[in-house]
T-cell receptor, first 109, second 114 residues
Framework: GEDVEQSLFLSVREGDSSVINCTYT??????LYWYKQEPGAGLQLLTY?????DMKQDQRLTVLLNKKDKHLSLRIADTQTGDSAIYFC?????????FGAGTRLAVHP | DAGVTQSPTHLIKTRGQHVTLRCSPI?????VSWYQQVLGQGPQFIFQ???????GRGNFPDRFSARQFPNYSSELNVNALLLGDSALYLC?????????????FGPGTRLTVL
């Protein structure tokens, strides 16, 4: 069945780059998404990539997609304390999203 | 424009009771989806409704039901509550054919079952 896997925890120093990884099994997803969830809050769409793209850059965010290995990554440049949150990758479309368990990003001085 | 709104924000129930959660989509959005997020996990898809019809259902028992009204708002009902139903329930609205098929999420309703 459909499955999305992520590493659970990442700790980085403020100012460094963060890389959050995700693997997925469903290759039929038209888009792949990265969502951010802060404590006690809902989900905020950070960025997305169309399934026929390899890379997308959006200010401090870079998404890489390796379709052969079904691997998706999110790079956050110049990570700030405000980036501390849980990051979810998700595949699917407007009718149904399949989420990973989330990666908790901790940013320390 | 207002985003997706959900009510109530928090709710405490006891086992065996039933609960109704409400969601108002973004104006102009005709599709509403419901997700359950258990603590420490990612959201899991429960239902999707479009134009008042069920268009998708996740792997949840029949105790879970939903409906969509003519104004596109939606209710999620859960009967015979179990302790394991304690979770954050998220509603998302979308517009078919919209930009990157994006789903816009509300802040959620946190349900605690005692």
């Amino acid at each position: 069945g459909e499955d999305v896997e992520q590493s659970l925890f990442l700790s980085v120093r403020e100012g460094d780059s963060s890389v959050i990884n995700c693997t997925y099994t469903d290759s039929s997803s038209t888009y792949l998404y990265w969502y951010k969830q802060e404590p006690g809050a809902g989900l905020q769409l950070l960025t997305y990539i169309f399934s026929n793209m390899d890379m997308k850059q959006d200010q401090r965010l870079t998404v890489l997609l390796n379709k052969k290995d079904k691997h998706l990554s999110l790079r956050i440049a110049d990570t700030q304390t405000g980036d501390s949150a849980i990051y979810f990758c998700a595949g699917g479309g407007y009718n149904k999203l399949i989420f990973g368990a989330g990666t908790r990003l901790a940013v320390h001085p | 424009d207002a985003g997706v709104t959900q009510s109530p924000t928090h709710l405490i129930k006891t086992r065996g009771q039933h609960v109704t959660l409400r969601c108002s989509p973004i104006s102009g959005h005709k599709s509403v989806s419901w997700y359950q997020q258990v603590l420490g996990q990612g959201p899991q898809f429960i239902f999707q409704y479009y134009e008042k019809e069920e268009r998708g259902r996740g792997n949840f028992p029949d105790r879970f039901s939903a409906r969509q009204f003519p104004n596109y708002s939606s209710e999620l009902n859960v009967n015979a509550l179990l302790l394991g139903d304690s979770a954050l329930y998220l509603c998302a609205s979308s517009s078919p054919g919209g930009r990157n098929n994006e789903q816009f999420f509300g802040p959620g309703t946190r349900l605690t079952v005692l």
